[in-house]
Nanobody, 125 residues
Framework: VQLQASGGGLVQTGDFLRLSCEAS????????VGWFRQAPGKEREFVAA????????YYSDSVKGRFTISRDKAKSTVYLQMNTLKAEDTAVYYC???????????????????WGQGTLVTVSS
């Protein structure tokens, strides 16, 4: 499965962006899909995920209430709506997907088999 992440850009504090993660195969629709980010000089961190089995969503504390993950199965695409952006949201954002990810591992990058190339989000203050 190939993943194509897009939608990044340069915005100001308080603005919004919507990232997209489009997959090459429809089996993607059954996978858990996660968004991760990596800021300059920092380790990659979990942002949000949506489970393939039941559609439940999960968020890191730093984005809860501001970001929303959703999926459109007809388009084999997962979105990350990011509202009220802050300077600390600046990072390269990656989407990832994989089958059979248990709940306790959903925030761990190695749990995901497939990764997109990343899209840069820069929030200017």
């Amino acid at each position: 499965v190939q993943l194509q992440a897009s939608g990044g850009g340069l915005v100001q504090t308080g603005d919004f962006l919507r990232l997209s993660c489009e997959a090459s195969e429809r089996t993607f629709n059954t996978y858990t899909v996660g968004w991760f980010r990596q800021a300059p000089g920092k380790e990659r961190e979990f942002v949000a995920a949506v489970r393939g089995s039941n559609g439940y969503t999960y968020y890191s504390d730093s984005v809860k209430g501001r970001f929303t993950i959703s999926r459109d199965k007809a388009k084999s695409t997962v979105y990350l709506q990011m509202n009220t952006l802050k300077a600390e949201d600046t990072a390269v954002y990656y989407c990832a997907a994989g089958p059979g990810i248990i709940l306790s591992s959903i925030q761990r990058g190695p749990s995901y088999a497939y990764w997109g190339q990343g899209t840069l989000v820069t929030v200017s203050s």
